[in-house]
């Protein structure tokens, strides 16, 4: 099961990897390159000893390709292999800075594309997901787990690469001396038992630590978002123990693994050291009875080296690849997590809408044990103004959030110009909407890009209209940068006006023809309520509002208060009774 497990994750990172196979073919057959250049590493030693020192003869492919005076001598013979030492080693450094750099580009951009597509999924998942979920084991899987791609894809070249390369030496050594070259293989099967019982017994262990680092990232994200909270209360030293704990139960993991990935190696080492111990102790035999020279002895033994590292090279990639195929998995289960709000394929377009909005019986749920809202049912003609109110915790919130998509009803219908909202485009259904929430959202970026959010290419007349209308142009005009000023994290430079004002003036630059206010002046003193209601007014004329808010006076000017009471609707006030029409639900 593990086994099917492990090969679906690969195909799919193949799959993912594919734009980039160009990248990866050249660099195999770079990788490929080395194999030639290591087998003609012992050459220079065996001329040295076989040729210069003892009497041997040239073998026959030098004497074709060196010039005839080059072998003339003693003294010029010895500096051909010396002159070949320095040339097989500055080959094999160039193939290895060139290699180093083609996988360097091919594996940044194998992790650049799959953050991408993780973090587009992400921001896709509906809102249920991410308050379930919260945001930090997201975080670590786009950060940490995405990187694996690149080390699974681009970890099966040294394989393949060394497998070549171990073919090749065998290849070599069999033909100086078969009986060696079975005895340098003896100690493979062994190593192949033991990766793969390592394999089997330690894939738990890394999962278990990548969701302990995650639970300690999970920590750091929490305080620091509500560092203000924290030192409010003075908690520093427990958040910092807190912290401490979880880590320090990932570093206990950490060096479990690290123990089993050293004992690991030790046993790797100690059966190739086997080997070779074998493969002297019978060469040197060999040498005596003189079935092979001494410099032929010597090419077998430096083979015998490259050889193992082969060997080595697939047990680590093997033990490595646990780790990765554990981050892969993990990014992978994030790309299954299925959007609850997704857009029908022949979803309609929609330019701007003008006509009524309906909800017809709606009910939503977040669980199926606890509905939120039941049998809502109104109808709202096209530049109405409606207020919403009741308790905390009473659905006026999601109401509106089913209105803008961010969830589906669990059952009935809502209506946007006759048509049902699922069969619009999202991105056009929510360019309908202009929203300003109770806690305004600004971005760590000016002021300006804060207020064109929603129209990226607006000029900066008509950001600083947008600000006038919202009457947040003299506080802008008045700092150091006017609207160049770095607002900060969350806005967090700003005070809570201020940044409530520039939510405003967000919303006057993207003109949409449905307002949603979600309590926008309940963080903010009276002074401010006044020059933001006044600024909110301006916004709402001429376009269907919905306003959410706890004081009723902020509710006054509306066209009809709808009041939510255990999931039902219920009309308050109408003073526009052709505005709103509201069929209350029964009370069962």
Same mark, same amino acid.
């Given at each position: 099961?593990?086994?099917?497990? *492990?090969?679906?994750?690969?195909?799919?990172?193949?799959?993912?990897?594919?734009?980039?196979?160009?990248?990866?073919?050249?660099?195999?057959?770079?990788?490929?390159?080395?194999?030639?250049?290591?087998?003609?590493?012992?050459?220079?030693?065996?001329?040295?000893?076989?040729?210069?020192?003892?009497?041997?003869?040239?073998?026959?492919?030098?004497?074709?390709?060196?010039?005839?005076?080059?072998?003339?001598?003693?003294?010029?013979?010895?500096?051909?292999?010396?002159?070949?030492?320095?040339?097989?080693?500055?080959?094999?450094?160039?193939?290895?800075?060139?290699?180093?750099?083609?996988?360097?580009?091919?594996?940044?951009?194998?992790?650049?594309?799959? #953050?991408?597509?993780?973090?587009?999924?992400?921001?896709?998942?509906?809102?249920?997901?991410?308050?379930?979920?919260?945001?930090? +084991?997201?975080?670590?899987?786009?950060?940490?787990?995405?990187?694996?791609?690149?080390?699974?894809?681009?970890?099966?070249?040294?394989?393949?690469?060394?497998?070549?390369?171990?073919?090749?030496?065998?290849?070599?050594?069999?033909?100086? +001396?078969?009986?060696?070259?079975?005895?340098?293989?003896?100690?493979?099967?062994?190593?192949?038992?033991?990766?793969?019982?390592?394999?089997?017994?330690?894939?738990?262990?890394?999962?278990?630590?990548?969701?302990?680092?995650?639970?300690?990232?999970?920590?750091?994200?929490?305080?620091?978002?509500?560092?203000?909270?924290?030192?409010?209360?003075?908690?520093?030293?427990?958040?910092?123990?807190?912290?401490?704990?979880?880590?320090?139960?990932?570093?206990?993991?950490?060096?479990?693994?690290?123990?089993?990935?050293?004992?690991?190696?030790?046993?790797?080492?100690?059966?190739?050291?086997?080997?070779?111990?074998?493969?002297?102790?019978?060469?040197?035999?060999?040498?005596?009875?003189?079935?092979?020279?001494?410099?032929?002895?010597?090419?077998?033994?430096?083979?015998?080296?490259?050889?193992?590292?082969?060997? #080595?090279?697939?047990?680590?990639?093997?033990?490595?690849?646990?780790?990765?195929?554990?981050?892969?998995?993990?990014?992978?289960?994030?790309?299954?997590?299925?959007?609850?709000?997704?857009?029908?394929?022949?979803?309609?377009?929609?330019?701007?809408?003008? *006509?009524?909005?309906?909800?017809?019986?709606?009910?939503?749920?977040?669980?199926?044990?606890?509905?939120?809202?039941?049998?809502?049912?109104?109808?709202?003609?096209?530049?109405?103004?409606?207020?919403?109110?009741?308790?905390?915790?009473?659905?006026?919130?999601?109401?509106?959030?089913?209105?803008?998509?961010?969830? *589906?009803?669990?059952?009935?219908?809502?209506?946007?110009?006759?048509?049902?909202? #699922?069969?619009?485009?999202?991105?056009?259904?929510?360019?309908?909407?202009?929203?300003?929430?109770?806690?305004?959202?600004?971005?760590?970026?000016?002021?300006?890009?804060?207020?064109?959010?929603?129209?990226?290419?607006?000029?900066?007349?008509?950001?600083?209209?947008?600000?006038?209308?919202?009457?947040?142009?003299?506080?802008?005009?008045?700092?150091?940068?006017?609207?160049?000023?770095?607002?900060?994290?969350?806005?967090?430079?700003?005070?809570?006006?201020?940044?409530?004002?520039?939510?405003?003036?967000?919303?006057?630059?993207?003109?949409?023809?449905?307002?949603?206010?979600?309590?926008?002046?309940?963080?903010?003193?009276?002074?401010?309520?006044?020059?933001?209601?006044?600024?909110?007014?301006?916004?709402?004329?001429?376009?269907?509002?919905?306003?959410?808010?706890?004081?009723?006076?902020?509710?006054?000017?509306? *066209?009809?208060?709808?009041?939510?009471?255990?999931?039902?609707?219920?009309?308050?006030?109408?003073?526009?009774?052709?505005?709103?029409?509201?069929?209350?639900?029964?009370?069962?």
């Amino acid at each position: 099961m593990r086994r099917q497990s *492990d090969l679906a994750v690969i195909r799919r990172v193949l799959d993912q990897a594919r734009p980039f196979w160009l990248q990866i073919a050249g660099l195999a057959l770079f990788d490929l390159l080395a194999t030639p250049l290591v087998l003609l590493v012992p050459l220079p030693l065996k001329i040295a000893v076989d040729n210069v020192i003892g009497s041997e003869p040239l073998p026959e492919f030098l004497r074709v390709l060196l010039p005839g005076g080059a072998t003339s001598s003693n003294i010029r013979l010895l500096i051909v292999a010396a002159s070949l030492q320095v040339l097989v080693v500055l080959l094999i450094h160039l193939q290895g800075l060139g290699s180093y750099l083609l996988s360097s580009y091919t594996g940044e951009g194998l992790t650049l594309a799959f #953050r991408a597509r993780l973090f587009r999924h992400v921001q896709r998942l509906s809102l249920l997901y991410h308050d379930s979920k919260g945001t930090a +084991d997201s975080i670590y899987r786009i950060q940490y787990d995405a990187p694996s791609i690149q080390w699974i894809t681009l970890g099966a070249i040294p394989v393949v690469t060394a497998s070549v390369k171990l073919f090749s030496m065998i290849y070599v050594i069999a033909r100086i +001396d078969w009986q060696l070259a079975l005895v340098a293989l003896a100690v493979a099967p062994m190593l192949l038992v033991v990766t793969h019982t390592y394999k089997r017994r330690m894939r738990p262990h890394y999962l278990g630590v990548k969701e302990l680092e995650s639970h300690a990232l999970g920590v750091v994200q929490e305080v620091l978002t509500a560092v203000r909270v924290v030192k409010a209360f003075g908690r520093e030293d427990n958040e910092q123990e807190r912290f401490v704990l979880q880590s320090r139960k990932g570093m206990r993991a950490r060096v479990r693994l690290s123990f089993a990935e050293g004992f690991f190696g030790l046993i790797v080492n100690l059966t190739t050291a086997i080997g070779t111990a074998a493969v002297l102790f019978i060469g040197i035999r060999s040498v005596q009875r003189g079935i092979v020279t001494l410099g032929e002895l010597l090419v077998i033994i430096s083979y015998l080296a490259q050889l193992y590292e082969p060997l #080595r090279t697939f047990s680590r990639q093997v033990a490595n690849m646990q780790s990765s195929l554990t981050s892969a998995h993990r990014a992978f289960e994030l790309l299954a997590e299925a959007p609850e709000v997704v857009e029908r394929r022949d979803a309609r377009p929609l330019t701007r809408a003008v *006509d009524m909005i309906e909800f017809r019986n709606v009910s939503f749920a977040y669980d199926t044990k606890n509905p939120v809202l039941r049998g809502i049912s109104f109808r709202v003609e096209a530049g109405s103004w409606v207020g919403i109110a009741g308790k905390t915790g009473a659905g006026k919130t999601s109401l509106v959030s089913l209105l803008t998509r961010f969830y *589906d009803p669990s059952s009935g219908q809502i209506l946007l110009d006759g048509e049902d909202l #699922r069969d619009y485009r999202l991105a056009d259904l929510r360019n309908q909407f202009a929203i300003v929430l109770q806690e305004p959202v600004l971005f760590s970026t000016s002021i300006a890009e804060n207020i064109a959010y929603g129209r990226p290419g607006a000029s900066e007349e008509d950001v600083q209209r947008a600000a006038i209308s919202a009457n947040a142009h003299d506080f802008i005009a008045n700092l150091p940068d006017g609207y160049d000023t770095l607002v900060g994290e969350r806005g967090m430079r700003l005070s809570g006006g201020e940044r409530q004002r520039i939510a405003l003036a967000r919303a006057f630059l993207k003109d949409a023809p449905i307002l949603i206010l979600d309590e926008p002046t309940t963080s903010v003193d009276v002074e401010t309520e006044r020059v933001i209601l006044e600024a909110m007014e301006r916004l709402m004329h001429g376009r269907t509002t919905f306003m959410i808010a706890h004081r009723l006076s902020t509710l006054e000017n509306c *066209d009809v208060l709808l009041l939510i009471e255990d999931g039902r609707s219920v009309v308050v006030s109408s003073d526009v009774s052709p505005a709103v029409i509201v069929e209350t639900a029964d009370a069962d």
